[in-house]
């Protein structure tokens, strides 16, 4: 077999195992440091022995067993080194996971682990593309944008907190189950909008790597529990934001605004798996929630062939919904974007000036009305407002595109 | 699994009845359900005594070992399986007397 086929055998095993093998070996041996380790180790294995010995037949098996040998090395020199390890063991759970769907996976405990209430949310994040994705230490350092070092101490705090304060391996009860899952949620959503809208003088406006991971995770959560809304609903979100990235920076590096895009560069296989997710979501009859909302605007959007099609009636009736459910200052700041057009854009000024008190320090709000006053013909203020808009946007797109915008004012 | 379970106070001012009378209730639910082992409330900084014996002899320092616009209060210690199961108990415990809690593991 050649080097190729060797190296995308272990890339391909890596994805479709890695969560899997950590999570078996988690519930194993109660212990996510001793697991993320021997499975860090298997694949090291692999990539040494493969090319020699061929790709097993069934990789995960082989991932698996291998990996159970290495923790019970470990454990072995450590309890030699250290009777009392034992007693450090996670709690877990031995009855089966509630029924969420078709499938059970150990997968999950291992995801609402990471993702617990007790653990900051960047350490949630950390934990999370390290421990389900997969991802080495330097590409989550990478990520956040912290030293490596830093990083480190991060993750290993974390797995000594799940450890000392015993933070549960395993599914959330039925009844904490909802909010436990939306915080699961919200740390992909996280995850994938720090990809989306990187911050940061020197950061690429838009990293793939981070989005590309927060797509895949909510993949393996779908999967996971097909039949929760707001995962379908975040996933369609995500898919239908993504499928619009290459098109939302120009060559030059600078943000393209969803009017202004090349609609013939959107992903149109992306676009078509987000809407059937949103025509599943409203035929299931079943009153829809904050991501299942966003992704209904986000499927309007992606509807129209040309923006002149958009049906912003329909935007403004979905933003309605979404401000009954969550009536912050930024829902109804988009809200009113879509106002302006159906209803001019001095309607919508009034009603982003009342927004003011609680968005002054917001860059979308200041862009906003710098945009609908340059559309009212009021240039000074216009002016003005983008540059507070400037001063406060962190990602370099943006803020090269109000930049242009302002600069183009009479 | 015994958690402390530390209650932070933020105004200076000792429980009111109502107060009380809440923590009672919940205690007694602790006490019934299995997870009680020790609670109880403490005068104000103003009362503390500081000493350290770590030299020659002791020296003895009137208040509290730090100044800050938080105290501890009162405390619980409580017996739970895992940190869910303290959290929510806790969360209780936080309504019952209407102050910030925070919990934490012994070793």
Not at chain 1, 13 to 42: I, K, N, P
């Amino acid at each position: 077999m050649n080097v190729i086929d060797v190296e995308e055998a272990v890339t391909r095993a890596h994805r479709a195992e890695w969560a899997r093998v950590v999570a078996a070996l988690t519930r194993r041996f109660g212990d996510l440091d001793v697991a993320e380790e021997a499975a860090a180790e298997a694949f090291a294995t692999a990539v040494e022995r493969w090319p020699s010995d061929g790709v097993p037949p069934n990789p995960g098996a082989w991932l698996t067993v291998t990996a159970n040998r290495k923790a019970i090395d470990r454990i072995r020199r450590d309890s030699k080194r250290d009777d009392k390890h034992k007693e450090a063991r996670m709690v877990l759970d031995d009855d089966p996971p509630e029924p969420l769907g078709a499938i059970e996976d150990e997968r999950l405990r291992l995801i609402f682990t990471c993702c617990h209430p007790a653990l900051a949310m960047e350490t949630r994040m950390a934990l999370t593309l390290r421990m389900v994705g997969g991802l080495t230490m330097p590409e989550i350092a990478r990520a956040f944008l912290v030293q490596e070092s830093a990083m480190g101490q991060r993750i290993t705090r974390a797995k000594a907190k799940i450890k000392a304060a015993r933070i549960p391996y395993r599914v959330p009860s039925a009844e904490d189950l909802p909010a436990r899952v939306s915080g699961v949620l919200a740390v992909l959503f996280l995850l994938f909008n720090e990809g989306y809208l990187a911050t940061g003088p020197g950061t690429d406006p838009v990293r793939a790597d981070l989005t590309a991971e927060a797509i895949r995770l909510a993949r393996l959560i779908r999967a996971l529990m097909p039949d929760d809304g707001e995962v379908a609903g975040l996933l369609a979100l995500m898919l239908l934001t993504e499928a619009r990235r290459t098109a939302r920076v120009s060559a030059s590096g600078e943000l393209v605004v969803l009017g202004e895009q090349d609609r013939g560069a959107w992903d149109t296989a992306l676009i078509a798996e987000g809407h059937r997710l949103v025509r599943e979501r409203l035929a299931s009859g079943v009153a829809p929630g904050r991501y299942q909302i966003l992704a209904a605007i986000n499927a309007v959007h992606t509807f129209a062939r040309d923006v002149r099609d958009t049906d912003w009636s329909q935007v403004v009736a979905l933003y309605d919904q979404l401000i009954r459910i969550d009536p912050s200052p930024v829902v109804a700041l988009n809200r009113a974007i879509a106002v302006a057009e159906v209803d001019g854009p001095e309607v919508a000024l009034a009603i982003v000036d009342r927004l003011g008190g609680r968005l002054a320090g917001y860059h979308a709000y200041h862009a906003t009305r710098a945009d609908l006053l340059r559309r009212t013909g009021r240039s000074d203020q216009s002016r003005a407002a983008y540059d507070r808009a400037v001063e406060l946007a962190g990602n370099t797109a943006e803020v090269a595109y109000l930049i242009r915008r302002r600069d183009q004012l009479g | 699994m015994q958690y402390l379970v530390s209650v932070v106070d933020d105004n200076a001012g000792l429980a009111t009845p109502e107060e009380m009378a809440a923590i009672d209730v919940f205690n007694e639910r602790l006490q019934a359900e299995g997870h009680w082992v020790f609670a109880g409330g403490l005068g104000g900084p103003d009362t503390a005594t500081v000493i350290d014996n770590r030299g020659a002899e002791a020296v003895v320092t009137d208040g509290p070992f730090v100044e800050s616009k938080e105290h501890l209060a009162g405390f619980w210690i409580m017996e739970a399986p895992d940190l869910d199961v303290a959290l929510k108990l806790a969360a209780e415990g936080s309504k019952a007397c209407n102050r910030k809690v925070e919990v934490r593991p012994f070793l």
